[in-house]
């Protein structure tokens, strides 16, 4: 919540591309903490997470989307595979912007700020060694979702990314070893911000794509300069994808 508040501020004052990454991560992090507290103390109830900061979240995911695809697209600068793309997405990026301002001026923090109360009451008189037991079930049975997804894992990447924050998530509030040793949670880390890589070439792939198909005309030089920039970012989410799909794949077998 102190992270959330912080950026909030900033953002409210003027435009911030890392307080916007700041400030979702820390949305994620509340939500997966919910979520968390809906298992180990609601019997699995699921607590709705809150209308207006999932649409606060969304809104600025939009305008984050597009600052990771115009960063991406530096990267592919220099192999000559950068159309007029930038352009259309620096426009769009304007556009965007002003509906993030308009979200952040409207938003109200109470809801949150009710829900995080709420847990921190509940949890504030419970040990360790009475959450520990529902806590391990809980990420084996995390692990266990995880097995099954990464047997299409091409398709269920995204899905597989979110699951392993929760874990992560979970496992790192804990004392070190309660499921994962120390490496390992590095490791978790570093499959994750690979994860993360790979979201942002899909991300800079859609927008590519929507871009050649909906604003230029087929058969048009732009048209090809797109389709082989599309191709490109496509070719490196696969290697990103397939090193993804190792790294978690060598977890799962040591737990």
């Not at 809906?38 to 305008?63: C, H, M, R, Y």
């Not at 890589?197 to 198909?213: A, I, P």
Request: charged share 30%; hydrophobic share 35%.
């Amino acid at each position: 919540m102190q992270v959330f508040h912080k950026n909030l501020l900033l953002l409210q004052n003027s435009s911030n591309p890392e307080a916007i990454h700041d400030l979702r991560v820390s949305i994620k992090k509340l939500r997966s903490y919910s979520k968390l507290y809906s298992a180990l103390f609601k019997n699995d109830q699921p607590i709705p997470f809150l209308a207006e900061t999932k649409k606060l979240f969304s809104v600025l995911g939009k305008q984050r989307n597009i600052e990771i695809s115009l960063e991406l697209l530096n990267q592919f600068k220099a192999k000559g595979l950068l159309p007029s793309i930038q352009k259309h997405f620096e426009f769009y990026l304007e556009e965007t912007k002003q509906r993030s301002s308009s979200a952040l001026r409207e938003y109200k923090a109470d809801g949150l700020r009710s829900l995080t109360i709420d847990i921190e009451k509940t949890v504030s008189d419970i040990d360790d060694e009475t959450i520990k037991p529902r806590l391990l079930k809980l990420i084996r049975s995390s692990i266990n979702e995880v097995r099954r997804l990464v047997k299409d894992f091409d398709k269920n990447y995204h899905l597989v990314r979110k699951k392993l924050k929760d874990i992560f998530y979970w496992s790192d509030i804990f004392p070190t070893d309660l499921y994962f040793s120390k490496q390992e949670l590095k490791t978790l880390k570093s499959i994750l911000d690979d994860l993360g890589n790979l979201q942002d070439h899909e991300v800079l792939r859609t927008n590519v794509q929507h871009y050649r198909q909906i604003v230029v005309a087929k058969g048009c030089s732009e048209y090809g300069k797109a389709k082989k920039l599309e191709e490109s970012v496509n070719r490196e989410k696969q290697e990103l994808l397939d090193r993804a799909d190792k790294m978690i794949s060598a977890v799962l077998e040591r737990n």
